[in-house]
Nanobody, 124 residues
Framework: QVRLVESGGGLVQAGGSLRLSCAAS????????LAWFRQAPGQERDFVGS????????DYTDSVEGRFTISRDDAKNTVDLQMNSLKTEDTAVYYC?????????????????WGQGTQVTVSS
């Protein structure tokens, strides 16, 4: 069992930055892939990015590549999402997720542990 709790959401102007954090607890946290997904109103929950245990591999969806950075601290069991150059289309509820699958995956159903989500609103 892995418990995830996000923090750091809020309101920011377009072009600004925001940093989300996710605190993970439970057994074998350091051995799981951690990821961020987001869900805009009326849309599906989409993959944003993921990071492997040991931070040896990261993966980003095209729309955030170069603007967002995922990092994790396995000693503290945290994973962060640094979001720069934010756009209005980045507005969504952002979810932290974890998967026991031992390889990089963007498939939502592979992620079985989820946080409660944190709202990010980017104004024009």
């Amino acid at each position: 069992q892995v418990r995830l709790v996000e923090s750091g959401g809020g309101l920011v102007q377009a072009g600004g930055s925001l940093r989300l954090s996710c605190a993970a607890s439970g057994r074998a946290v350091s051995s799981v892939y951690l990821a961020w997904f987001r869900q805009a109103p009326g849309q599906e929950r989409d993959f944003v990015g993921s990071i492997s245990y040991g931070s040896t591999s990261t993966d980003y969806t095209d729309s955030v590549e170069g603007r967002f950075t995922i990092s994790r601290d396995d000693a503290k069991n945290t994973v962060d999402l640094q979001m720069n150059s934010l756009k209005t289309e980045d507005t969504a509820v952002y979810y932290c997720a974890a998967t026991p699958v031992p390889f990089r995956t963007r498939v939502r159903s592979n992620y079985i542990y989820w946080g409660q989500g944190t709202q990010v609103t980017v104004s024009s």
